[in-house]
């Protein structure tokens, strides 16, 4: 199984809601990642976590909140977010050393209205 | 402030032609390089990667080219066909997990 699963695949938030971003591997990836990814630009990095704890925080507002609860799933909580951060969440995993190759999952397109 | 980019660039070919993607790089002490190709509303699929110790990797259809002394890294699709049509985007890391990714060129395959 070499896919990583992200749900949900769209959502619409206002500005005061909370709401979880979610994302699943069964690779045996001990890195996973978040990305935001807006039109017609590369995805930025926004998180990394290494054996379950995070490693990287590429300085992301804290109204993004990431959370590694074993080593399959990573969510990411949502609050009061700005119409700014509208854009497409990818979700990566790989495995640590090796190979830096990292698999993607199919993204999760947020709108904040 | 940040500068809105409206357009990829983009690279045309028909279908059966040989597609030449470029990407330069900007860190002396990148070691790892990959390709991704991105397909509307999907995620980025892996397409090749390359080690700083190569100059050229080849795979099905496709070959990487590394050229450190100028920072520059290049893909190339042999016949290319429709279902390369995609936003492909050069990726390099220095030994770590942080992948840093290129500005993306848009692949239109025409009949």
């Known amino acids: 199984d070499t896919e990583v699963t992200q749900t949900p695949k769209h959502l619409v938030m206002g500005m005061t809601n909370k709401k979880s971003l979610k994302c699943e591997q069964h690779?045996?990836?001990?890195?996973m990642y978040w990305y935001k990814q807006k039109a017609k630009k590369p995805p930025e990095l926004m998180f990394v976590?290494?054996?379950?704890?995070?490693?990287i925080n590429e300085s992301v507002p804290s109204r993004f909140s990431p959370e590694c609860p074993n080593s399959s799933l990573l969510n990411l909580h949502l609050h009061a977010l700005q119409p700014e951060d509208s854009a497409l969440y990818l979700c990566?995993?790989?495995?640590?050393?090796?190979?830096?190759?990292?698999?993607f999952g199919p993204g999760t397109r947020l709108t904040v209205t | 402030g940040e500068s809105v980019g409206l357009h990829l660039p983009t690279l045309s070919v028909q279908e059966g032609d040989n597609s030449i993607i470029n990407c330069a790089y900007s860190?002396?002490?990148?070691?790892?390089f990959i390709w991704y190709k991105q397909e509307s509303g999907k995620g980025p699929q892996f397409i090749i990667d390359?080690?700083?110790?190569?100059d050229k990797r080849q795979g099905q259809r496709v070959t990487v080219l590394l050229n450190k002394t100028v920072k520059h890294l290049s893909l190339q699709i042999a016949a290319t066909q429709p279902g390369d049509s995609a936003v492909y985007f050069c990726?390099?890391?220095?030994?770590?997990?942080?992948?840093?990714f290129g500005k993306g060129t848009s692949l239109l395959v025409t009949p």
């Open positions: 860190n002396s002490a990148s070691d790892y």
């Open positions: 990726a390099e890391t220095q030994a770590g997990y942080a992948l840093n």
């Open positions: 390359i080690r700083s110790n190569m």
């Open positions: 690779m045996g990836h001990r890195a």
């Open positions: 976590y290494s054996y379950e704890k995070l490693s």
């Open positions: 990566a995993s790989s495995q640590l050393g090796g190979s830096y190759e990292q698999y």
